[in-house]
């Protein structure tokens, strides 16, 4: 049986806050296959933000076990978590978080450089080759602040696959941007899931969001309300294509 | 993470902001070239002062006759006679330390000028005793070597006698003028030195050939005193035993006797002229220190700033995969590169402002090698000292809150 790309076995969560104990996540239990494009849905207080950085191994569980490619976190201290998020996940958070004043490629370039077994030639390379993948090659040069909303979130993406983690971690990665655009880094990610068959998991509110993927994970107030499988996920290309061409955008 | 890598990205970190970046640095800038400049104008007139007091001929040596024990009566040294040709002999044979040589015999008695006279005292020395003295002659000629070797009664006179014997401000240079009984042709006139720390006139004076003296006026084989120049200040102390072991030799003393005589230096000037740039030295060094604090300081302000503000992208480093060290050392690193590249313009604002100074206000100045290093060095271990309370407060950050920071 091949590995599985995250297993999460009752998993929890608690935060002291002075005398009173907040528990956020209260036993959470699922797996993410290889290749698997899952929403986790919830309203704010479901524990959405406080499973989204365990799974981003920024944070670990108070009990429980989480295995992110395999790799038994729990085991790990601060330096090699730091490691294991630097080969394993690429985020992409909803605020885009580009270093201003900065290229896009060096933007891109910016987890290899705390990767030592990659050389100043291959870094660029690869750099550039994500930036091919989300179609803004030619714009490499370009700062944060001479590109558009759209723009500077697919660079994010670009950031999040160069160093070919085994998953994707988006944080609200639509929840700035307009339906045009938000359809575009959707139909991106679609695209990245179906054709390179990376993993990917998606934290939203939104629904609308939620039917693009291949699973929806509900939470409520610390537990998973419902874990549904999508079988027909629609596409955002034709909904892209369904939307009034406006003239002021093109991609 | 390795060293291209880190300086990579806190370079490009800085050049990311670099207006901070210099208005940073302008703290170590003006630091360095305070210190550099404040140096070579200390140095400078350290050595002024160094020139001014070698005048006085810090590096002259005496040798008197020591007082001695002569059939259990002690007898005081200047009336003892000891000091012969014989000793000038022995101290010019392969002078090591010592350079110049004079004897000196000197005689008290009226210099006279027709119905003039005053009281004053004729020193019997050779041509080199003007050198060792740092004496000079304002007008006419020293005398020579062969004056000495004919006796030849010719004098310099110093501006005291002059005033008294010649009050009308007539040329005495080829006046005959009776010193005792002997007639003397004045053949030079005597730069003027004031009175001496111990108020003692010393432009009241008659100088002649040695030989002059002990032949024509003392009649004496002995002379009162030798005055040598050691090399320079620095080997005063070994001028001083190769005169004592020489003079033990030419006077044939056994090891158990004690010297008859006594060779002086000019130490009180010496201590004076270090203790003078001693202070200097330290008053420079506190104001460099001062300076250079500043400029660190400078530096942990905006470092804490730069922290404060930057936390979001420390987040996301954090995030992709920074570790705390990372952090810490592209902070460190940015600190250092500002303190660095002040360092090396503080260099240069410090060369050019100290060719200024020597070119409009005609100060000395040296710029000294050590000064360059030394606040190269204190900068860059102000960069690292001063970077790293803030570097240590980014690498501490919580990952998930610093991303959440706004």
Redesign the interface.
Known sequence: MSKKALEIKELKREFKMGSETVRALKGITFDVEPGEFVTIMGSSGSGKTTLL?IL?C??KPTIGDYFLDGVDIKKLN??EL??L???KIG?V?QAY?L????SAL?NVE??L????EIS?SERRDRAMHALEAVKLENRFDHMPNQLSGGQQQRVAIA?ALV?EPVMILADEATGNLDSRTSYEIMALMQELNSTQGKTIVFVTHEPDIAAFSSRTIQLRDGIIQKDTKNENPRSAKEMLAALPVTDDYNI | MNFSNLFRIAYRALLRNKLRAFLTMLGIIIGVASVIAMVAIGQGSKQSIHDQLSSMGTNMLTVQPASNLNGGVRIAGTSFQTLTSKDIDALKNHPQYITELSPSVSSKGQAINGALNWPTTMTGVSPEYLDIRKLSVKDGIPFTQNDVLTSAKVCLIGQTVIDNIFPNGENPIGKIIRFGHIPFQIIGVLSPKGFNTFGQDQDDILIAPYTTVQKRILATIYYSNIYASAASEDVTDQAVQEMTDKLRASHRLRDSEDNDFTVRTQQELIATLSSTSGLLTVLLTVVAGISLVIGGIGIMNIMYVSVTERTKEIGLRMSIGARGKDILLQFLMEAILISITGGVIGVLLGFLSTQIVTLTLGWPTIISQSSVVLSFVVCAVTGIFFGYYPAQKASRLDPIEALRYE
């Open positions: 950085n981003g920024l944070d601060r330096d730091a490691q998020r630097n080969h985020f958070f978080n270093l201003a004043r900065t060096e910016l987890p450089l705390y990767n030592k100043v950031r160093n």
